[in-house]
């Protein structure tokens, strides 16, 4: 009787371990689903930003081109184009910055201003994002979510490219 008593509690832990794990687990891919809404989120904010930085200043028509074409690429890019849009408004952006610190162009230091705060949210976006994405990585390599597929048929998280590029 105590064999079967110890077995059962045995059975019991490991079960509940597992439902743990897996609830743990789903719990760490929602997270990363929201910091990934969030980070597009503030992605779309800052390229609306740049049009509306390209409408209301008086840009060269080369940057002003530049600027709209990456806003609109990102803003409207398929995910599987997203890091190239994305770096690409980087890059336009920076170009932005620094003809406007170098006196070359008049930009409202309002959309400036708002400009850098959406790229500091960005920066912060990212570093969650990256972090939510590390932690289901290490958590599904683990041999126990492989074993007992706890991850269902959940997709492994992944990240972008762009993440990686300076802002």
Do not use: C
């Amino acid at each position: 009787m105590s064999n079967f008593l110890l077995g059962a509690i045995v059975i019991l832990l490991g079960a509940w371990y597992l439902s743990f794990s897996a609830t743990r687990l789903d719990r760490l891919h929602h997270r990363v689903e929201t910091s990934w809404e969030h980070l597009d989120a503030l992605l779309q904010r800052r390229a609306a930003l740049a049009l509306e930085i390209a409408h209301q200043s008086e840009l060269d028509p080369a940057l002003d081109l530049l600027l709209t074409a990456s806003a609109y690429e990102s803003r409207e890019a398929p995910m599987s184009d997203r890091n190239e849009a994305e770096s690409l408004l980087s890059e336009s952006l920076k170009v932005l910055r620094e003809a406007a610190v170098n006196g070359e162009i008049e930009v409202k230091v309002a959309l400036l201003d708002r400009l850098a705060d959406v790229t500091e949210k960005i920066r912060f976006a990212i570093a969650i994002h990256l972090e939510s994405v590390s932690a289901v990585e290490n958590l599904r390599r683990k041999k126990v979510f492989k074993i007992f597929r706890l991850a269902g048929r959940a997709k492994l998280p992944f990240h972008y490219s762009f993440e990686d590029d300076p802002l």
